[in-house]
């Protein structure tokens, strides 16, 4: 892929080959958030935009914040693999996908620095605005594909996402009582 003029101002283009056309010419109506289960953002970085891996995502966080795009909204990236939700099969042109540095279970699920977060929310923000996305439209990999993935993962700070204006939070409820 050539270089393309960046969707969000707050990227810069790391263009990878493996991207299609949205089926139907349609527009994305959800946000779905991956971790990238990598040891190293660097190496998922090199992965998604290897030919040969047949991934990709529309952006990339890295855990310092920086924002990096690698396929044109207007396009298919593909990230969700098998999945569906709410009907829809073909999540991969349905939405826009984000992957977030993390090594995830691999890795022993470790934190999300604030600063990563942040620049997660200032993305979503800003994707949703312009393209009309619901915040109770930013998913988890995880709920789009349920057997076959766990990404973001349980230490992924949803609550604090969801103060900020971004996805859809239900506080738990402690179990009582039980047999």
């Known amino acids: 892929m050539s270089a393309f003029t960046c969707d969000y101002s707050g990227a810069s283009a790391a263009p990878?080959?493996?991207f299609g056309a949205r089926s139907g010419g349609r527009s994305p109506d959800i946000i779905l958030l991956h971790y990238t289960g990598m040891e190293t953002a660097e190496?998922?970085?090199?992965?998604?935009?290897?030919?040969?891996s047949e991934v990709s995502?529309?952006?990339?966080?890295?855990e310092d914040g920086r924002v990096e795009q690698l396929v044109r909204e207007a396009d298919r990236a593909w990230h969700a693999g098998k999945s569906f939700w709410k009907g829809e099969s073909d999540i991969n042109s349905a939405s826009i996908g984000?992957?977030?540095a993390n090594a995830g279970h691999p890795g022993g699920l470790p934190d999300f620095p604030d600063a990563q977060i942040r620049?997660?929310?200032?993305?979503c923000l800003d994707c949703g605005r312009r393209w009309g996305i619901a915040p109770e439209r930013v998913l988890a990999h995880s709920d789009v594909a349920p057997i076959r993935k766990v990404d973001p993962g349980e230490k992924f700070p949803?609550?604090?996402?969801?103060?900020?204006?971004?996805?859809?939070?239900?506080?738990?409820?402690?179990?009582a009582g039980g047999r």
Request: a negative charge.
């Open 98 to 100: 984000i992957e977030i």
């Open 57 to 62: 995502c529309h952006y990339f966080v890295h």
């Open 119 to 123: 620049a997660v929310v200032e993305l």
């Open 158 to 175: 949803w609550g604090a996402l969801h103060v900020a204006g971004v996805g859809h939070w239900v506080e738990p409820t402690p179990i």
């Open 16 to 18: 990878s080959p493996n």
């Open 43 to 52: 190496g998922a970085l090199t992965w998604l935009c290897a030919p040969e």
